[in-house]
């Protein structure tokens, strides 16, 4: 998730500067009334938290994801606690323990956490390449679809804005975060038919 949100930042940076650049240097139109709409603007943006919040494809691997994140803790916590419980049984037997005895046992125990840390490890790289899989998929799907989206509408730019971006200030004249969602999940729905 913080992968997205670096991703977008870095996205929003580099589309600040460019809107920064294209204000100041472009002669001043005036808005009829002040008012502004997004059709025949130039600059729109999405609201990303908005999306991510509401995008039913992004739910639905977002639960997936947290669904083998916990089974992946359950695993882990299960047998951190079994270690624990052989540990503790092996020093209730030391006094009665051959030494050879107590190093056969203690290396069979560093044996075995040495084992869990590994396989927390494993663990910690796979969730990472599905956590990794899954951002990518999600900002093919938003980028695409965008690409699509925009053929009509002849946007030069359409911002992500997000409550920490760089941008301060979004007019909601040019928020097209609705009608983005609405799409996108539309399309969703058809790709899982």
């Avoid at 796979?126 to 965008?146: G, R, T, V």
Wanted: charged residues 30%; proline residues 1%.
């Amino acid at each position: 998730m913080k992968n997205i949100s670096l991703i977008l930042n870095a996205v929003l940076a580099i589309a600040v500067a460019t809107l920064f650049y294209w204000h100041f240097s472009s002669p001043k139109t005036a808005t009829v009334a002040g008012k502004v709409s997004s059709e025949g603007s130039s600059i729109v943006f999405v609201n990303t938290d908005s999306l991510l919040e509401n995008y039913v494809y992004f739910k639905k691997a977002k639960a997936e994801l947290e669904v083998k994140r916990d089974a992946m803790e359950n695993e882990l916590s299960n047998a951190n606690t079994a270690i624990q419980r052989e540990f503790a049984a092996a020093q209730q037997r030391l006094s009665t323990m051959s030494a050879s005895e107590a190093r056969s046992t203690e290396e069979r125990l560093g044996q075995k956490q040495q084992s869990l840390m590994q396989r927390k490890e494993e663990l910690n790289d796979n969730f990472s390449i599905q956590m990794k899989k899954m951002d990518d998929e999600l900002n093919d799907k938003i980028h695409n679809y965008l690409k699509n989206y925009n053929k009509d509408k002849n946007y030069k730019y359409i911002l992500a804005y997000t409550r920490q971006s760089q941008i301060l200030f979004a007019d909601g004249a040019l928020d097209i975060t609705k009608e983005v969602l609405e799409g996108m999940n539309e399309e969703y729905k058809k790709e899982k038919k």
